[in-house]
Each structure stands twice: as C-alpha cells, then as structure tokens.
C-alpha cells in the first residue's frame, strides 16, 4: 500500500533525543475494543513490550471509510522515519509492561471466520490483559516463531492455539477493568 507521506530523510533526525530502546520485534495494526475500536502496535523490547493503542476507529464511519488502514499506515510511517520514540509520544494510550511481568504471550492463529489474535496476560491476576486482532499479519507461524525468540531468555510463556480466542466472559472482563 503507498504512502501519501511526503519523503523525509530520517538523517534530518538523528540529532534528537532518544531513549535508545532496541525493538525486537514489532507487530503492527492490532485492534482492540467494540465501541469504539483502538488500533494499536506492539513493540517487544529490550526493556519490555511496549504497547502504542493509537486511534480510536467506529465501525460505520471508520470501518467503512478505511479509516483504520490509513490510521495504521501513518503509524508505520511514523515508526520507519523516526522510530519508537515518536510512536510513543503520538500514541493516546502506552503500556509498558516489564517482561517479569507478563505470564504468557497467547497467540490463537484465526482460521476462515477470524483473524489472529494476540493476548498478553499479566502474572498478577488482577491486573488487565491485553488483547488485539492482528489485521496486517496473516502469517501466523512465523509469528509465533518470532515470539518464541523474544521469549528464549525471558520469564514469560507463548502459547499458540487454534481457532478465535473469542471467550464472552473474559471479553467482558477485559471490557470493566
């Protein structure tokens, strides 16, 4: 998909501050909530995942329009020009969660009715998990292959299964907390 984003040097920038945070991997365009619907980006980091929640989407007038698409690619933008750095200042909403912190990485692969989806559940319990449906991402083994390698020297678990990770109660729970 082309960008409309006029060309910038990424050299012009290189004089900015930074908080040299070394992404490990980056999964891009994940979508969470109903009403209305955040787009978001997460960052698996030498410090920690970074999450990046980013625009909020209605399904009729953003769904409809492509509004998440254009949302998304402005986000890679940002992201190919000036880093995590400047995702993180543009972003509405960051978490930040410290890999000691995270139980498990699960990833439910999709299939013909659904697309992937992407949970990250805390060690505490109480605290909120994170959970978002991939839309750029169709290629669910080598993502999972690419968790495994953040997670080769952490304390957290990845966990791939089939079909759509959809659980009407946890859903609501994660919709209150």
Do not use: C
Not at 43 to 50: K, Q, S, T, V
Not at 55 to 60: A, E, K, L, Q
Not at 68 to 86: F, I, K, N, W
């Amino acid at each position: 998909m082309a960008s409309d984003a006029e060309e910038v040097d990424p050299e012009q920038f290189e004089d900015l501050p930074s908080t040299d945070i070394e992404t490990e991997l980056h999964v891009h365009f994940g979508m969470a909530g109903s009403f209305p619907l955040r787009l978001a980006d997460l960052f698996f980091a030498n410090d920690g995942l970074h999450i990046a929640e980013y625009s909020y989407i209605t399904p009729m007038f953003g769904l409809g329009t492509k509004k998440h698409r254009r949302e998304a690619s402005a986000m890679q933008d940002v992201y190919d020009v000036h880093g995590l750095d400047e995702v993180l200042l543009q972003a509405d909403a960051v978490y930040w969660l410290n890999y000691e912190a995270i139980d498990r990485v699960v990833l439910h692969r999709g299939g013909y009715l659904g697309r992937p989806k992407l949970t990250v559940y805390p060690v505490d319990e109480t605290a909120r998990s994170h959970a978002y449906r991939l839309h750029e991402n169709d290629d669910a083994d080598a993502l999972a292959a690419a968790l495994r390698d953040v997670a080769a020297d952490r304390p957290f678990d990845v966990v791939v299964e089939s079909g759509s990770g959809f659980d009407p109660r946890e859903n609501v729970e994660r919709f209150f907390s």
